[in-house]
Nanobody
């Protein structure tokens, strides 16, 4: 089994910064992709950014130039540095990892952390 625990959310003023962390534990030997998603009230969950096994990244247009994903070499931690935050960034942010189980990739999700951008 795999456990993902996010932290770092909170209330921040527009223009401010937050750093989210996601700690992965359990059977995580074959992690492929690590990602951050978000879900605002009344909206579908959307991809914010992901990072592949080779380090390639894919950012949503809405966060390019403001958010940065990173991870440690062991792939036990993934981070999301969020700068120049806007009210529209308000959402619950979820960590997701995809792990190879045989020839199949299985997705695991964290419980989410609330980010609120408001003055």
């Amino acid at each position: 089994q795999v456990q993902l625990v996010e932290s770092g959310g909170g209330l921040v003023q527009p223009g401010g910064s937050l750093r989210l962390s996601c700690a992965a534990s359990g059977n995580i030997l074959n992690i492929d992709t690590m990602a951050w998603y978000r879900q605002a009230p009344g909206k579908q969950r959307e991809l914010v950014v992901d990072i592949g096994s080779g380090g390639n990244t894919n950012y949503a247009d809405s966060v390019k130039g403001r958010f940065t994903i990173s991870r440690n070499n062991a792939k036990t931690m993934v981070y999301l540095q969020m700068n120049s935050l806007k009210p529209e960034d308000t959402a619950v942010y979820y960590c997701k990892v995809e792990i190879w189980v045989g020839l199949t990739k299985v997705a695991y999700w964290g419980q989410g952390t609330q980010v609120t951008v408001s003055s």
